[in-house]
Protein backbone atom coordinates (compact mmCIF):
# COMPACT_ATOMS: atom_id res chain seq x y z
CA UNK A 1 0.00 0.00 0.00
CA UNK A 2 1.18 3.56 -1.16
CA UNK A 3 -0.21 6.88 0.82
CA UNK A 4 0.32 9.78 -1.17
CA UNK A 5 -0.01 13.21 -0.21
CA UNK A 6 0.01 15.68 -2.77
CA UNK A 7 0.14 19.35 -1.21
CA UNK A 8 -1.31 22.60 -2.79
CA UNK A 9 2.24 23.72 -3.64
CA UNK A 10 3.33 21.12 -5.78
CA UNK A 11 5.13 18.53 -3.07
CA UNK A 12 4.62 15.19 -2.92
CA UNK A 13 5.11 13.31 0.20
CA UNK A 14 5.21 9.46 -1.02
CA UNK A 15 5.55 6.46 1.92
CA UNK A 16 4.07 3.18 2.87
CA UNK A 17 3.34 3.89 6.46
CA UNK A 18 1.11 6.30 8.10
CA UNK A 19 3.02 7.42 10.83
CA UNK A 20 5.65 8.31 8.08
CA UNK A 21 3.13 10.32 6.02
CA UNK A 22 2.20 12.21 9.25
CA UNK A 23 5.26 12.74 10.17
CA UNK A 24 6.53 13.99 6.59
CA UNK A 25 3.65 16.12 5.80
CA UNK A 26 3.80 17.53 9.06
CA UNK A 27 7.21 18.78 9.18
CA UNK A 28 6.56 19.88 5.63
CA UNK A 29 3.49 21.71 6.13
CA UNK A 30 5.40 23.57 9.12
CA UNK A 31 8.47 24.56 8.22
CA UNK A 32 7.08 25.96 4.48
CA UNK A 33 3.84 27.03 5.39
CA UNK A 34 3.80 27.47 9.20
CA UNK A 35 0.41 25.74 9.31
CA UNK A 36 -0.23 22.71 12.12
CA UNK A 37 -1.73 19.94 10.79
CA UNK A 38 -3.21 17.39 12.89
CA UNK A 39 -3.09 13.38 11.97
CA UNK A 40 -6.48 13.41 10.69
CA UNK A 41 -5.89 16.36 8.26
CA UNK A 42 -3.13 14.30 6.59
CA UNK A 43 -4.68 11.10 6.97
CA UNK A 44 -7.61 12.97 4.62
CA UNK A 45 -5.28 14.25 2.12
CA UNK A 46 -4.35 10.83 1.13
CA UNK A 47 -4.62 8.81 -1.65
CA UNK A 48 -4.28 5.28 -1.08
CA UNK A 49 -3.04 3.06 -3.91
CA UNK A 50 -2.41 -0.39 -3.64
CA UNK A 51 1.48 -2.25 -4.67
ZN1 LIG B 1 3.51 22.53 0.48
Same mark, same amino acid.
Given at each position: /????????? &??? @?? +?? %????? *??? @????? +? %? *??? /??? %??????? /??? +??? &?
Amino acid at each position: /MTLTVKCFC &GAV @VQ +TD %SEDNL *VEQ @VSAHA +T %S *VHD /MDL %SRDDILA /MAN +TSE &G
